[in-house]
């Protein structure tokens, strides 16, 4: 039931850009993006809907393959701001359940 | 702006101890959740609450209770605390639901349990 990121972990100098990419085995209605420093709650990115609305962050940008079931979230020229752990998440269905993805570590050096 | 506030942030337990983790949100949101976060395994929901006077387990709901008070306030109970629920809690609370709400974390609750 848990998403899968990859890659688990990466390592950007500043100005770099990055992929982070989530896939599901299950149908998705949507996907959500978080990121979480260390020591802190998470905070909400991005949400990508079926059909293709996008709501969030302006700085970062998503894609969402609804028959691939994959979702892949893009950094562009990163900022040191940008270090921390990168959480996607999926509903099901039925809306009662939201399982968080294994996580993708981003360190950006200067 | 409080937004989600916890408390408490910290705790240690003996095992077989009782606490109540206690969670309150000022958003006017209707959906509330518990979840723990241990590492390697990412965020799991333990139980949420779709709106004031109903509760639902998530994922991984044995060994805990939960009680939704009011609109604001969610609580967690451990009855008999165990090593393996040793985690960081975090409550969230969404205006709408687990679909297409954004979901506002409280700081988390550093438990141990001895």
């Known amino acids: 039931q848990q998403p899968v990121q990859s890659p688990q972990a990466v390592i950007l100098r500043e100005g770099e850009d990055a992929v982070i990419n989530c896939s599901s085995s299950?149908?998705?209605?949507?996907v959500h993006w978080y990121r979480q420093k260390h020591g802190e709650a998470p905070v909400f990115l991005m949400i990508?809907?079926?059909?293709?609305e996008q709501k969030g962050h302006e700085k970062i940008s998503a894609s969402f393959n609804e028959k691939k079931q994959q979702s892949s979230l893009y950094l562009t020229a990163s900022q040191l701001s940008y270090s921390g752990t990168y959480f996607c998440?999926?509903?099901?269905?039925?809306?009662?359940?939201?399982?968080f993805g294994t996580g993708t570590s981003l360190t950006v050096i200067p | 702006n409080a937004g989600v506030t916890q408390t408490p942030k910290f705790q240690v337990l003996k095992t077989g101890q009782s606490m109540t983790l206690q969670c309150a949100q000022d958003?006017?949101?209707?959906?509330m959740y518990w979840y723990r976060q241990d590492p390697g395994m990412g965020l799991r929901l333990i139980y949420y609450?779709?709106?004031?006077?109903?509760?639902d387990k998530g994922e991984v709901p044995n060994g805990y209770n939960v009680s939704r008070l009011n609109k604001r306030e969610f609580s967690l109970r451990l009855e008999s605390a165990a090593p393996s629920q040793t985690s960081v809690y975090f409550c969230?609370?969404?205006?709408?639901?687990?679909?297409?709400?954004?979901?506002?974390f409280g700081e988390g609750s550093r438990l141990t349990v001895l």
């Open positions: 990508l809907l079926k059909g293709g």
């Open positions: 969230a609370s969404s205006a709408t639901g687990m679909r297409t709400g954004e979901l506002f």
């Open positions: 958003m006017n949101h209707n959906s």
């Open positions: 299950k149908a998705l209605y949507s």
């Open positions: 609450s779709a709106s004031e006077g109903t509760t």
């Open positions: 998440g999926t509903p099901t269905n039925t809306g009662n359940q939201f399982y």
